[in-house]
């Protein structure tokens, strides 16, 4: 009895056929960073697969890159082009004997951040998110700021602190001021908290002073991908005035290492929730088919134990408005440029994607079944994101994972 192929991957394999993700894996073996897409329980060499079925040579001069930029620059028709590729190499019976031994079990390789990151963007699309944080914050006024249902809120991050699944996080240190006290002093951030968003990948460039409308969005974005936006609530509180997120954010932000392209959410695209504010045109997306909201599952576990399963179809902007937005003044896009979607979470507590919307800013800790209770996060604490969503005929699409352990400040 011999194993059986690689190839044969389960229709409810969440890395089955329909997906196909892109990353950037090594191996022990030490032959460098290679493209690669995860199919089953095994990564496709995808270099290797373009030369030993005979693709094209810019197909194949895409593929044997030791990052996605070059395939991120090469637009949507190449896109197109790589995945019926890839598809047909996977899944075609006279492609067996060439692409089997191009498969390597993913437990056996190293995934790498799967593209460079340019500008990174961090958007607060989430309206329960924003009221959340609003009634924490604000007690007493309106939940929302007068500008939050006219525009996606957003910041420029930290894109050269973007690091991969499973990069230890250093506590960050800074300066640290309670409402209550006189002064601020310096030390290792005492209310460390989580964000879990989506990620967006941009693909094709747009040049400086021109702007990408709604109906264009889907010719620059690549792929969707899970970000753990960390973030020191205590040194972010008392630097966040008058101006945006700064080193409360800055040290690290995380990603999963597999880009799932926009083009296997085809069956997961829904109608974003039911706004109650006209939106200026260039947002208006409520004649667009198919629509742009996205029916993401997410699951935040901390130190293994589920604490929330955040809605991304509960988000009140979409990508599209996100993309457009951020465009409208004539800023460029780069092939690497990721934004993210700010906090997923939902309505109801349990569906909340960040602590301290879970815990009410620390006063109300959960309890995790070990009996220790958590208000932020401790030293040790590890936070895995996953995420799924529907894909066609009754499949599913996974997203992996984002992960992370926190070590004691430096
Ligand atoms: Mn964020």
């Known amino acids: 009895m011999h194993s059986p192929s690689p190839l044969t991957v389960p229709p409810d394999a969440l890395f089955g056929a329909h997906n196909l993700p892109y990353g950037v894996f090594s191996t022990a073996a030490g032959t460098g960073r290679r493209l690669g897409v995860a199919y089953g329980e095994h990564v496709l060499d995808a270099g290797a697969a373009a030369r030993a079925t005979g693709a094209p040579a810019d197909l194949t001069a895409l593929l044997t890159a030791p990052s996605l930029n070059p395939l991120l620059a090469a637009g949507r028709p190449a896109w197109t082009r790589v995945r019926g590729a890839l598809t047909e190499w996977l899944t075609a019976d006279g492609h067996r004997a060439a692409v089997e031994p191009c498969l390597v079990p993913r437990a056996d390789v190293s995934l790498h951040l799967p593209f460079e990151v340019a500008d990174y963007v961090d958007f607060y699309a989430s309206e329960?998110?924003?009221?959340?944080?609003?009634?924490?914050?604000?007690?007493?006024?309106?939940?929302?700021?007068?500008?939050?249902?006219?525009?996606?809120?957003?910041?420029?991050?930290?894109?050269?602190?973007?690091?991969?699944?499973?990069?230890?996080?250093?506590?960050?240190?800074?300066?640290?001021?309670?409402?209550?006290?006189?002064?601020?002093?310096?030390?290792?951030?005492?209310?460390?908290?989580?964000?879990?968003?989506?990620?967006?990948?941009?693909?094709?460039?747009?040049?400086?002073?021109s702007r990408v409308a709604l109906a264009d969005a889907d010719a620059h974005v690549f792929g969707v991908c899970l970000l753990n936006d960390w973030s020191a609530r205590d040194?972010?509180?008392?630097?966040?005035?008058?101006?945006?997120?700064?080193?409360?954010?800055?040290?690290?932000?995380?990603?999963?290492?597999?880009?799932?392209?926009?083009?296997?959410?085809?069956?997961?695209r829904i109608d974003p929730p039911a706004r109650d504010t006209e939106p200026l045109p260039y947002l208006d997306d409520r004649a667009a088919r198919p629509p742009y909201g996205l029916d993401i599952s997410l699951e935040v576990r901390l130190n293994g134990h589920v604490v929330a399963r955040p809605p991304f179809a509960a988000m009140y902007w979409t990508y599209a408005q996100m993309l457009a937005h951020m465009t409208v003044n004539g800023?460029?896009?780069?092939?690497?440029?990721?934004?993210?979607?700010?906090?997923?979470?939902g309505r109801d507590r349990p569906t909340r994607g960040a602590l301290i919307e879970l815990t009410w800013n620390g006063g109300q800790p959960l309890d995790l079944p070990d009996g220790s209770r958590r208000g932020f996060l401790e030293d040790g604490d590890e936070v895995a994101i996953s995420a799924t969503a529907p894909g066609p005929g009754g499949t599913r699409i996974g997203f992996g994972e984002v992960a992370g352990r926190i070590l004691p400040a430096r």
């Open 331 to 345: 800023a460029s896009l780069r092939p690497g440029d990721l934004f993210a979607s700010g906090t997923v979470s």
């Open 235 to 268: 040194i972010q509180s008392w630097e966040t005035v008058p101006l945006g997120p700064f080193l409360g954010k800055s040290f690290a932000t995380s990603l999963s290492p597999w880009v799932v392209p926009l083009d296997a959410l085809s069956a997961a």
């Open 128 to 209: 329960h998110h924003a009221a959340n944080l609003g009634r924490i914050f604000r007690p007493g006024t309106e939940p929302l700021t007068p500008n939050w249902k006219h525009l996606p809120i957003g910041y420029h991050g930290r894109a050269g602190t973007v690091v991969v699944s499973g990069t230890p996080v250093v506590r960050p240190s800074g300066q640290r001021k309670a409402p209550a006290d006189p002064a601020p002093d310096y030390g290792p951030a005492r209310r460390l908290d989580i964000e879990a968003e989506v990620g967006f990948v941009v693909g094709a460039a747009s040049p400086q002073g």
